[in-house]
């Protein structure tokens, strides 16, 4: 019951670390912003579902485009002049960028926390002992399957090579046709739909503040990290890793125990295998 | 007391009489613009803290609150428990803040930029929660009650006697902070953050620095937060929270990041716009977000650099004047020999004796490319040694052996007899080695006479600190490395240039400067990646006269890489062919050129054949 639990919230993580990795691969920026992109998927979500009341289905298709849209403006819009500084300015800019838009969501909405209903309601399943709600299932089973399509979208689609290329080397990607300025913000794009989804499957149990921002962008991070930041296969297993030592710290320690487990996940990998636990294949510069 | 004495002493103590001056004048406004100006000049000397570890070392710290809150628990508990005297328990809570900073430094300094912020993101959070759980001691989430300042018997109750108090023991604090990042220590700092390569030739031991970075820059901290606590009268774990960390994080960036002036300015009046903002209170987050933001993209060095670039710009020669179109004026070498005597420089080298390098069966691999292939390598003292070969050929990886920045597989390598395996990479200056870069790597945002004086070699830690003091009073040693560094510049042929931004060369008075950095020290044997590369055919002869000059003047060995035959072959006795990371032939350069072994790999199977 526990791990299942721990999985669910795992893979609302991964698909959070999985936004973020998308972005750092393919264009080598770690996006601080990425909780406050959560932020506004899970708004857009109650805006839709609470909001419009139309169900959450116009969700599932809306809130990842208006994230990724978002994200893909962030990154056209201001992190585009400086993308030729140093890792120190992108860096601090999108922290302050993640703060600000938490700011911009708290005058909007200036309220504690928002709720969004449960998407799959009912009596929950019996397995023996085990006690398991459908909204986990749906949730576990839905954030895995969205992050495959990401996966597979950056390994295998058309848009995905260029993603890739650029990756692999900016300038050679220009030459070869592929316009940087278009596959950043292609890139941000995606991470943001990402992102965007995990709003969606966090909104329910996770309830709608800022501090959903904070939780989102370390959890994704650490996650990230556990999986080696450069790996999408690493971000999956790194967030289900996450979301499973964090149920059974709180369960069996203390919830503040919660928190301090993802940082100590997050310090002994860093320290003991700081290429993380996935990593990718990488040639080392001469 | 000389002018220039006067000047550097005025300079060390400026930032603290500002800080005086503004707690003085604060006393002509009512109590609620004294608490303000109170915490302003805390936000200032918290600015000037975060001027050393994000301005200049450039490493992006989120544990700002907690590190406040180490100070400002670390001496109410002590003076609430323990009933210690204000100024004791004050200087206790900075120690303990030096010992947090080290703490967090050690491990968290073996990352850069996202990996470190999340290290110090994580000491942040640990910090809280530890001081939100120990209840007894701190008394939780509720926070605790901190008794106002007692000295002596004096209590500092009043807002105007705090505010005087407060301004007094910052400017105190500050003059230690404005002498480090004056001097050599700051300089060690920026320049590692623009190439931590070329600053690790130099003698400068990066990991130390940055330790010493957070260690400094949170004493400072820590004691802004001891000294702030009473006015605050009751503190509590989230007013010391992650927000705290990220706002203070602007300080240095939108005030500006090339001094300490940047720093204060930017703590003190950021601090002040929520007061003078109060209509607005609302959206104070929202705007600072927004000039974070806006000043990265606009003004990356900060407004206060803006600021001072615009008052100063007319007064430099402009860069595009390059120096094709001047008369190169060389001052003699034994200028330079003469201004380094004072520095205990040795006496030029001589011919004869052990082989100053010799690279015995050297190999390094990378996966299955074996980049250097058991290369044995000899240069005689004061001779000029070239080494070519077609690209990936193994000749900067062979540099890199020899200068410590990789290590061989198998082999090793021997400097005037003496085995440099297990000399590190920092130590190597200190025998007489420095090197040049493939790609110009100078300090961009230091001056040219900056460049060169880190260029001396005398970068420990230690070294610093004692250096950065004896600037602040503008000594007799630290007027002989002005000294040197002058003569190397003027040796070179950018005297005129000392005092512009090595930034702002073009790219053959950079290369230039690298050599200026890499002759300052008097070194034995100076290795020189691609001297010429990019630069016209009229300035690699310059380059080639000035090169002859050092070496025949200053009996400085080196050894040269360069793809141009032509310019290798006018300037070395000997030539090296390295080919697929193995020595294909040595021979002197006409014999060289004549080799058909060489001439096949250069220019294919049908020349060699002719």
């Not at chain 1, 002992?129 to 969205?146: H, M, P, R, Y």
Request: aromatic fraction near 8%; charge should be positive.
């Amino acid at each position: 019951m526990i791990v299942v639990g721990g999985l669910k919230f795992g893979a609302i993580y991964s698909l959070a670390a999985l936004g973020i990795v998308v972005i750092y691969k393919a264009t080598r920026i770690v996006n601080f912003a990425h909780g406050a992109f959560v932020l506004a998927g899970a708004y857009a979500t109650y805006g839709i579902v609470e909001g419009l009341n139309i169900g959450y289905w116009p969700a599932y298709v809306l809130v990842p485009i208006a994230a990724g849209l978002l994200a893909a403006a962030v990154e056209f819009g201001i992190l585009r002049p400086i993308r030729q500084a140093d890792m120190f300015a992108l860096i601090t800019s999108t922290i302050f960028i993640g703060i600000g838009l938490s700011e911009v969501y708290r005058l909007v909405q200036n309220t504690e926390m928002l709720g969004v209903r449960n998407p799959l309601p009912g009596p929950p399943i019996f397995i023996g002992d085990v006690i398991i709600t459908k909204e986990q299932i749906w949730v576990l089973v839905g954030a895995i399957i969205s992050a495959l399509i990401g996966v597979a979208i950056f390994g295998y689609a058309p848009i995905g090579r260029g993603l890739r290329a650029m990756a692999a080397n900016a300038r050679g990607a220009a030459l070869c046709g592929y316009s940087n300025d278009g596959m950043n913000a292609m890139a941000w794009f995606l991470g943001g739909a990402l992102a965007g989804l995990a709003g969606i499957f966090a909104a329910p149990s996770k309830g709608i503040s800022p501090e959903l921002a904070i939780s989102m962008i370390t959890a994704g991070f650490v996650a990230a990290v556990i999986g080696g930041i450069d790996s999408l296969r690493g971000a999956l297993f790194g967030g289900l890793i996450l979301g499973v030592a964090e149920t059974f710290a709180a369960a069996y320690v203390s919830s503040a125990m919660k928190n301090a487990v993802s940082f100590l996940l997050l310090f002994v990998v860093l320290l003991w295998r700081s290429e993380g636990l996935f990593p990718e294949a990488k040639i080392r510069d001469v | 007391m000389s002018s220039g004495r006067l000047r550097a002493v005025m300079g060390a103590i400026a930032p603290s009489a500002v800080l005086l001056a503004i707690a003085i004048l604060g006393l002509l406004f009512d109590t609620y613009w004294q608490y303000v100006f109170a915490i302003s000049i805390t936000a200032a000397v918290i600015g000037s803290a975060l001027a050393m570890l994000v301005g200049y070392a450039r490493c992006i710290t989120i544990a700002t609150g907690a590190m406040l809150a180490v100070g400002a628990y670390g001496a109410t508990i002590p003076i609430v428990h323990g009933s210690m005297p204000f100024l004791a328990a004050v200087a206790a809570a900075t120690i303990l803040g030096a010992c947090a900073g080290w703490v967090l430094a050690v491990p968290g300094v073996r990352f850069r930029s996202h990996n470190l912020a999340m290290i110090t993101l994580v000491f942040q959070a640990v910090v809280i929660i530890v001081l939100r759980e120990s209840k007894t001691l701190t008394g939780g989430a509720e926070g605790m009650h901190v008794p106002p300042p007692v000295i002596l018997g004096i209590s500092f109750e009043k807002d105007a006697d705090f505010l005087l108090l407060s301004a007094a023991l910052y400017a105190l604090a500050v003059v230690p902070m404005t002498v480090l990042l004056a001097g050599a220590f700051g300089k060690n700092l920026r320049a590692l953050a623009s190439n931590e390569n070329a600053a690790r030739a130099f003698g400068i031991d990066v990991r130390n620095h940055l330790i010493a970075a957070f260690t400094f820059s949170s004493a400072l901290i820590a004691f802004a937060g001891a000294v702030s606590a009473p006015r605050f009268r009751i503190i509590d774990p989230d007013s010391y929270g992650i927000f705290t960390s990220i706002f203070t994080l602007a300080y240095p960036i939108i005030g500006g990041m090339g001094s300490i002036w940047g720093g204060l300015a930017g703590g003190g009046i950021l601090r002040l716009i929520p007061e003078l903002l109060r209509p607005l209170a609302d959206y104070i987050e929202l705007i600072f977000c927004v000039l974070v933001v806006a000043t990265l993209t606009f003004f990356p060095d900060g407004l206060a650099s803006a600021f001072w670039r615009g008052t100063t710009r007319r007064h430099r020669v402009k860069p595009g004047a390059s120096f094709t179109a001047r008369a190169i004026e060389l001052a003699p070498m034994a200028e330079l020999f003469a201004a380094t005597q004072a520095l205990g420089a040795a006496a030029p080298g001589r011919r004869g004796g052990d082989p100053i390098l010799a690279v015995e069966r050297a190999s390094k691999s990378y996966g299955a490319l074996r980049a250097v292939d058991d290369v044995s390598l000899t240069v005689q003292p004061c001779s000029l040694h070239g080494l070519m070969g077609p690209n990936g050929a193994g000749k900067t990886t062979l540099f890199n052996i020899v200068s410590g920045f990789v290590a061989a597989d198998s082999g090793n390598v021997r400097m005037s007899g003496t085995l440099l395996d297990r000399i590190p990479l920092e130590a190597r200056i200190g025998l007489g080695m420095t090197r040049t870069f493939q790609h110009a790597a100078v300090f961009e945002r230091l001056s040219c006479l900056d460049n060169v004086i880190i260029g001396l070699g005398r970068n420990g830690i230690a070294q610093g600190i004692v250096r950065s003091v004896g600037q602040a009073f503008a000594n007799a040693d630290s007027r002989s490395e002005r000294r040197a560094a002058q003569a190397a510049l003027a040796a070179v042929g950018l005297g005129v240039r000392k005092d512009e931004l090595a930034g702002a060369l073009p790219l053959g008075d950079q290369r230039r400067l690298e050599i200026a950095r890499a002759i300052v020290s008097r070194p034995r044997i100076i290795l020189l990646d691609e001297p010429v590369s990019g630069v016209s055919v009229e300035e690699a002869r310059r380059l080639r006269e000035l090169l002859l000059a050092i070496n025949g003047q200053l009996g400085i060995a080196m050894v040269v890489i360069e793809h141009n035959i032509g310019f290798l072959s006018s300037l070395c006795q000997r030539i090296s062919v390295m080919s697929q990371g193995r020595i294909l032939a040595e021979d002197d350069a006409a014999s060289i050129i004549a080799d058909p072994r060489v001439r096949h790999v250069y220019f294919g199977e049908q020349e060699a054949a002719a």
